[in-house]
């Protein structure tokens, strides 16, 4: 999945997460679900997040590979367990959601995602599959893009204003 649609589609089931349960949806978890949205292709140089890495991203690459570590569960519930349980903020709720819906719309994806790295390498996907910079990601794209404004206009901010509350 291309940058863009990983931080829509963030965003929007930020905001329906936001639209049905007691979270909020302010600026700060907004750029949590989207730098989370994109954290996990810090394995992948010439991905969006890691030509912006400083190195960090190949030597991520050399040492797991592209959708390898970071786009595991483990990976995931270490980041979640070690930014929740240390600094829980609107900000790390959102980093820690998006990251998940990262991996979630590439679970979706052609390729699929090694879940269960490192106990086992087999990459696991979903029975419908979109393939990256298809027609069908461009439709994902601006499906979930009308999901965020819908989800933004009917309850996902409560209150004028909230969108500022950090």
């Given at each position: 999945m291309r940058y863009h649609t990983h931080i829509v589609s963030s965003l929007a089931i930020g905001a329906g997460v936001a639209t049905?349960?007691?979270?909020?949806?302010?600026?700060?978890?907004a750029a949590g679900l989207a730098i989370g949205g994109l954290l996990p292709d810090i394995d992948e140089p010439n991905s969006y997040i890691g030509r912006r890495s400083l190195g960090v991203a190949k030597q991520v690459k050399r040492a797991f590979g592209h959708r390898g570590f970071t786009h595991s569960l483990l990976a995931w519930g270490a980041i979640t367990a070690v930014l929740l349980l240390q600094h829980f903020s609107s900000f790390t709720?959102?980093?820690?959601?998006?990251?998940?819906?990262?991996?979630?719309?590439?679970?979706?994806s052609s390729q699929g995602v090694p879940l269960l790295w490192p106990f086992s390498k087999k990459r696991y996907r979903f029975i419908v599959t979109y393939r990256t910079s298809s027609f069908f990601e461009t439709v994902l794209f601006y499906?979930?893009?009308a999901l965020f404004i819908y989800f933004l206009t009917n309850g996902a901010i409560e209150e004028q204003g909230s969108l500022f509350l950090f």
């Open positions: 049905y349960t007691p979270v909020s949806f302010t600026i700060a978890y709720l959102g980093l820690c959601l998006g990251y998940a819906f990262h991996v979630l719309a590439d679970y979706c499906c979930f893009l």
